[in-house]
C-alpha cells in the first residue's frame, strides 16, 4: 500500500507528532514498504472468524465502589515541567473539544 | 570467599538462610562487579548503591518508586515515578531489592538494545555484538552476573531473544499471568513481565513471587503460580514434543539449526516423543503483529505530550517515531478494517494453530519446541538500517505473544561462539511444564554453567 | 416567521455525571467540586505512564438503571473503545468510552411538546464513559486540573425524532427527573452534572431522506438557552437555504448577550477518533439473570403521574407537578393514607397541597399537614356558575395567555388557572376550573 507524503503529514499531525523535514521526505517510501508488506494479510481467507482482542477470555473485571488512597498534590505535581498554585500549566488553548 | 556473585537465586537464599553470607555482602561483591563491568558493558542505567535484599537488575520500563525510570527514552531522562509497580511491590515483599534500573530498546521497540538512547547495551560474551533486546540490560546484567536475577518484559520476544542471545534462562508468562501495573505499555495486549535467570528453577522462583490477581490489572485474572509437582517434573519419559515444520524453513540459520536441532535429540534422548506439527499461519504472524502492535503502541503513547511529566514528543527516537505512524495509519478512518480488524481475525488463526497442536483430539503435544532467534548474536551497527528486516527476526518468538501462550528459552549450545535458546512453548497458563522440561534439558546439559570471558575489554 | 415548507430534525445527546464514589477506573474520590487542584488523582486518572483502569462496578449499574428506564436492551456483550484525540485536559491522550458495541442499545421515551401531542423519542443508545480534566484560561496561559478526570459518565444519544425545540425542552426535563429518582445524579444543568448537545439541520416537508449536514450546538448549559439556539438555528438555516446557500457540518455555540449562535470549529477538520477496542479492559457480558436491576427499579416518575391520575383521580396537572420530586410524591402518598382516615379525598388534598405550594420544609411532616387541611374545613368552590364568572375574569386579565391558548400553545391555560386559584386563595376546584376554561375558550 502506497502512503503519499500528503497522508504521512495528516497522519503525523493525528499523531501529534512533529516531523524534520528528512523525516518528511524518508517517511513515505520507508512506511509505504512496510505497509506493503503488511498488505500480505490480504491473502488470508478469514471469513467467519472472530477476531481476537483479549486473550484471556475474561468478562466483566468490576470493582467496589470504595475509596482508597491518592497521590498527594504534590506527587502528583512532581513531574511537571510547569506547575503553578496547584495547578498543571500548559500554553494556551482556546478551542473546545 | 567463594565468589558470591556466581550464585543462583536458589544458592542465594539457602546460603542467606544457612548464614553462610550476610545480604550487605552480597550486594557489595555485586555492586563492586558492577563498577567494574558496566562502563564497558552499559547493562546499568542507573545503579542504586543502597540496595537492600536479594539484588535484581529492573528493566528500566518498570516503575520504581523514586527511582529515576526512563524506558530507555530521551522523553523520560528525568523522570521519577510516585509509585512502584506491582511487581516491585511483591518483590520487595519477598526480600528483594533493586540494585539498578537494566537498559533496554527505546519503549521496549528493538531486537538489540541499539534503539537506547543512552548508549547500547554490550553482549557479555563478544562485546562487539549486540545482546539482543529490548530487556538488552537485563539479559547482559544477568549473563556477567552484574545481579542475582533481572525483570525483563516481553511483548514480541524481547525476554526471550536477549535470553537466547545472551545465554541466560528467559521466560514470558502466559498474558495475564503477571500483573501489568507500572510496567509503561508497548502493546497492551501482548506484553508481559517475567524473569530472566541464571537457571530454570530460578525463573520458577521468580514466577511464584511476582504472579497473581492484581486488583489494578484487569487482565490479569490469573491464580498465582504455584509449583503443582505434576508430571514431567524429572523426567520427561512419554512427553510429546511437538516441532513446527515452519520453523525450520528459509532464514534460519544453518549453525543455529544444527544447534536447536541436536537440543531437539536430547530430548528424545531424555524420553520424549518427537512430532512434527504444523502452524500454518505462521508466515503471517510478523504483520499480524505488527499492526496490532503498532496501533496499540500509537494509542499507549499518546500520554507522553509533555504537560505532566517528560520533555516533548520530538524528542521520540526514529523506531518508535516509525511505529506511532504505523500504528496511527493503521487505525485511521478507511484502514480500521483492512488492518487493525484484519490483524485481529489473523490472531485468532494463529491461536487456533496452537489450540489445535495442543488439542489431545488433533496433534495432542504437551510442548512445543523450536529456536528463539533465527541467527546468533550480530555486530553492533549491522542491522539498523533497514526497519523491515530487524522485524523478520522476530518470526518465532511473536506467535506466543499473539496467542497469549507461555514461552521459556534456555540455553542449548552455541554457534560461532555465541549463545543459542532454545525455545519451549506450552499451553495458554501452563508455566508448569515448560519450567519442568526446561529443567530436565538443563539439569542433563552443561550449558547453564557457562560463563561469559570478561577478563578482556574491547 | 414560522417558516412551514420547513420541517425541523433534532437529535440530543445528554451526559451525565454519575454521583458514585469513586471514579470510572479508579478508586479516587468522585468528589471533586471545590477541592484542591490535584488533590484527587493517582497514577490512573492522571494518565501516567504504566497506569491500568479498572471498571467501577456501580457506574455500570447506574448506566445500565438509566439505559433500562428507557426501555433499551442491555447487550449481551459490550466493549469499552479509546476514543484518540490530543487535548490538555485528556491526559492519556484517549478517552475510554464506548463506540461500536454501547451497553445499552435500542430504547424510546414519549414526550410533549408544546402542541400537546405526544411523540415517541427513539433512543439510540445509552453507553459509559470517562470525564475529562477541567482547563482554566490565563492569559497566555492554561491552568489544568484532574480532579474530574475519569469521574463517570453516561451518555444517552437519540434518534434525529425531534421535530422542534418544545420537544427537546420536555426531553431534557424528564431525563433529568429521572437521573434524580433513580439516584444516579444531582444532573444539575449550572454546576455541569448534566450537559446538553444538539444535532440540529432542517429538511423541506416532504423529503423523506435526513439533510447531509448537522448543526452541533455545544457549550450551551441551560434548557433555556438550548430552545433559543434551536429556534435561532432553524431560522439562520432556513434563510440560509432560502438564498440558496450550502449547509455544512459545523460546532456552534449559543452566544446569550447577542441571543444568537455562532460558530466554535468546523467539523469538516473534524478529528479521527481511530476508535479500538480497550486493550486494557476484558469485554463486558451481561445475561438476563444479571439484570435483576430491572426488577429493582424504583416506579418511573411518568409511570408515578399515570398512577396518580388513576388511582387518586386527580388532574394531570396536579400529578405532574407531585411527582416531580420523589421526595413530595412519597410525602404525598402519605398525606393521602393520612387523610384517608380523616376522610378527606385525594383530589382535595392534591389541589390544597399544589396551590398553597406546600413545601416539604414549611409544613412538617405530612400528618401535620392534613391535619391543618382538615382543621381549615376548606370549602371547595366547586360551583360551576361561580367557576365560570372568575374564569371570565381570569381571561380578561390576562389577555397574552388567552392568545396563546388559541394560537395552539395549550399550556398557556395553565397561568388562568392559576389567576382563578388565586382569587380563591386556592378553595377553588382546580380540575373544574380547568374544564370550564378550556370551555369558554373553545
Not at chain 2, 523520560?76 to 534500573?101: F, R
Not at chain 3, 398525606?335 to 416539604?360: F, H, M, R, S, W
Request: glycine content about 8%; some cysteine.
Amino acid at each position: 500500500m502506497k502512503i503519499t507524503k500528503d497522508q504521512v503529514k495528516k497522519v503525523a499531525k493525528l499523531a501529534n507528532l512533529p516531523l524534520s523535514a528528512d523525516e518528511e521526505e524518508k517517511y513515505p517510501e520507508q512506511l509505504s514498504a512496510i505497509l506493503d508488506y503488511f498488505d500480505q494479510l490480504n491473502s488470508v481467507d478469514t471469513k467467519g472468524i472472530e477476531p481476537t482482542f483479549n486473550v484471556t477470555g475474561a468478562s466483566n473485571a468490576l470493582s467496589e465502589d470504595i475509596i482508597s488512597s491518592s497521590l498527594t498534590q504534590e506527587q502528583a505535581l512532581s513531574n511537571a515541567p510547569v506547575k503553578k498554585d496547584g495547578f498543571f500549566v500548559t500554553k494556551g488553548v482556546f478551542e473546545n473539544e | 570467599m567463594n565468589d558470591l556473585t556466581k550464585l543462583t537465586l536458589i544458592e542465594t537464599i539457602e546460603g542467606l538462610k544457612a548464614g553462610k553470607f550476610t545480604e550487605k555482602e552480597l550486594n557489595n561483591a555485586y555492586l563492586e562487579k558492577i563498577k567494574e563491568l558496566n562502563p564497558q558493558l552499559n547493562a546499568y542505567l542507573m545503579v542504586n548503591e543502597g540496595v537492600k535484599g536479594i539484588p535484581a537488575a529492573i528493566k528500566d520500563i518498570i516503575c520504581t518508586q523514586n527511582i529515576q525510570t526512563t524506558a530507555g527514552s530521551k522523553i523520560l531522562s528525568n523522570y521519577i515515578p510516585q509509585y512502584d509497580a506491582t511487581v516491585i511491590n511483591k518483590l520487595k515483599n519477598e526480600g528483594v531489592g533493586v540494585i539498578g534500573k537494566a537498559n533496554m530498546d527505546e519503549f521496549a521497540m528493538g531486537s538489540s538494545g541499539e534503539n537506547s538512547a543512552f548508549g547500547a547495551t554490550k553482549n557479555p560474551w563478544n562485546q562487539s555484538k549486540v545482546p539482543g533486546g529490548s530487556s538488552s540490560g537485563s539479559a547482559a546484567a544477568v549473563a556477567a552476573d552484574l545481579c542475582v536475577f533481572a525483570l525483563g518484559t516481553d511483548t514480541g520476544g524481547s525476554i526471550r531473544q536477549p535470553a537466547s542471545l545472551c545465554g541466560v534462562v528467559g521466560l514470558k508468562p502466559s498474558y495475564g499471568r503477571v500483573s501489568r501495573y507500572g510496567a509503561m505499555p508497548m502493546a497492551s495486549s501482548f506484553d508481559q513481565i517475567g524473569p530472566i535467570t541464571k537457571t530454570v528453577a530460578d525463573a520458577r522462583k521468580v514466577l511464584e513471587w511476582i504472579s497473581g490477581p492484581d486488583e489494578y490489572d484487569s487482565n490479569c485474572v490469573a491464580e498465582k503460580f504455584k509449583f503443582q509437582n505434576s508430571k514431567f517434573k524429572d523426567t520427561i519419559q512419554n512427553l510429546k514434543v511437538g516441532v513446527p515444520k515452519e520453523y525450520f524453513g528459509e532464514g534460519l540459520d544453518k549453525g543455529v539449526e544444527k544447534v536447536v536441532r541436536e537440543a531437539i535429540d536430547k530430548l528424545k534422548e531424555l524420553g520424549a516423543e518427537i512430532v512434527e506439527v504444523s502452524l500454518p499461519h505462521t508466515e503471517y504472524a510478523i504483520a499480524a503483529y505488527y499492526i496490532l502492535m503498532a496501533s496499540e503502541v500509537s494509542s499507549n503513547l499518546a500520554r507522553f505530550d509533555g504537560i505532566r511529566f517528560g520533555d516533548s514528543r520530538d524528542k521520540f527516537g526514529a523506531e518508535v517515531k516509525r511505529r506511532i505512524m504505523l500504528g496511527t495509519f493503521a487505525l485511521s478512518t478507511g484502514y480500521y478494517d483492512d488492518y487493525f480488524a484484519k490483524a485481529a481475525k489473523v490472531r485468532t488463526l494463529i491461536k487456533q494453530d496452537f489450540d489445535k497442536a495442543f488439542d489431545p483430539a488433533a496433534a495432542g503435544v504437551d510442548v512445543i519446541v523450536g529456536p528463539v532467534s533465527p541467527t546468533v548474536a550480530w555486530n553492533l551497527g549491522e542491522k539498523v538500517s533497514d526497519p523491515l528486516t530487524m522485524y523478520l527476526s522476530d518470526i518465532y518468538t511473536i506467535s506466543a505473544n499473539l496467542a497469549g501462550i507461555p514461552a521459556l528459552s534456555v540455553p542449548c549450545g552455541f554457534s560461532e561462539g555465541l549463545p543459542v535458546g532454545l525455545q519451549i512453548l506450552g499451553k495458554y497458563m501452563d508455566e508448569e511444564t515448560i519450567l519442568n522440561v526446561g529443567e530436565v534439558y538443563e539439569q542433563a546439559t552443561q550449558w547453564h554453567s557457562k560463563r561469559p570471558d570478561l577478563r578482556f575489554k574491547i | 416567521m414560522m417558516n412551514q415548507k420547513y420541517e425541523t430534525i433534532i437529535g440530543l445527546e445528554v451526559h451525565v455525571e454519575l454521583n458514585t464514589k469513586t471514579k470510572m477506573f479508579c478508586r479516587c474520590s468522585a468528589d471533586y467540586f471545590g477541592k484542591e487542584p490535584n488533590a484527587h488523582t493517582c497514577p490512573v486518572c492522571l494518565g501516567l505512564p504504566g497506569a491500568l483502569p479498572y471498571t467501577n462496578k456501580q457506574a455500570i449499574e447506574d448506566c445500565m438503571k438509566i439505559g433500562l428506564s428507557l426501555n433499551c436492551e442491555v447487550s449481551d456483550l459490550s466493549r469499552f473503545e479509546r476514543k484518540n484525540y490530543f487535548y490538555p485536559d485528556l491526559p492519556k491522550g484517549y478517552q475510554i468510552s464506548q463506540y461500536r458495541w454501547p451497553l445499552c442499545i435500542g430504547g424510546r421515551l414519549q414526550v410533549t411538546g408544546d402542541s400537546g401531542q405526544e411523540v415517541i423519542i427513539g433512543i439510540n443508545r445509552v453507553h459509559q464513559e470517562e470525564d475529562t480534566g477541567k482547563l482554566t484560561h490565563q492569559g497566555a496561559q492554561t491552568l489544568i486540573d484532574y480532579n474530574r478526570s475519569g469521574v463517570p459518565l453516561v451518555e444517552v444519544v437519540t434518534e434525529p425524532d425531534f421535530r422542534d425545540s418544545s420537544q427537546v425542552r420536555d426531553y431534557a426535563q424528564k431525563l433529568q427527573q429521572l437521573f434524580r429518582y433513580l439516584g444516579v445524579s444531582n444532573a444539575d444543568m449550572e454546576r455541569g452534572d448534566m450537559r446538553l448537545e444538539a444535532n440540529v439541520s432542517v429538511r423541506p416537508v416532504g423529503q423523506k431522506e435526513l439533510p447531509n449536514y448537522r448543526v452541533e450546538l455545544k457549550n450551551i448549559n441551560s434548557f433555556r438557552f438550548m430552545v433559543a439556539a434551536i429556534e435561532y438555528e432553524r431560522t439562520r438555516q432556513i434563510e440560509a437555504l432560502e438564498k440558496g446557500e450550502k449547509l455544512t457540518q459545523e460546532t456552534r455555540g449559543w452566544d446569550e448577550a447577542k441571543k444568537e449562535t455562532y460558530v466554535q470549529r468546523s467539523k469538516e477538520e473534524a478529528n479521527d477518533y481511530r476508535y479500538f477496542p480497550e486493550p486494557d479492559l476484558p469485554e463486558l457480558r451481561f445475561t438476563n439473570k444479571d439484570l435483576r436491576i430491572k426488577e429493582n427499579l424504583p416506579e418511573l416518575p411518568w409511570n408515578k403521574e399515570k398512577r396518580f391520575m388513576e388511582e387518586y383521580g386527580i388532574s394531570k396537572n396536579n400529578a405532574e407537578i407531585l411527582t416531580e420530586k420523589l421526595e413530595l410524591a412519597g410525602w404525598f402518598e402519605e398525606a393521602v393514607k393520612l387523610g384517608k382516615e380523616k376522610g378527606i379525598a385525594p383530589q382535595d388534598l392534591a389541589n390544597y397541597i399544589v396551590n398553597q405550594k406546600i413545601t416539604l420544609v414549611s409544613q412538617g411532616d405530612a400528618l401535620h399537614a392534613v391535619e391543618n387541611f382538615a382543621s381549615k374545613k376548606v370549602d371547595l368552590i366547586e360551583d360551576e356558575v361561580e367557576i365560570e364568572k372568575l374564569a371570565k375574569d381570569a381571561m380578561t386579565e390576562d389577555p397574552e395567555a388567552v392568545k396563546n391558548y388559541q394560537n395552539g400553545k395549550l399550556g398557556a391555560i395553565n397561568a388562568l388557572v392559576g389567576i382563578v386559584m388565586k382569587k380563591t386563595q386556592g378553595k377553588a376546584n382546580s380540575t373544574l376550573a380547568k374544564e370550564v376554561l378550556e370551555r369558554l375558550l373553545r
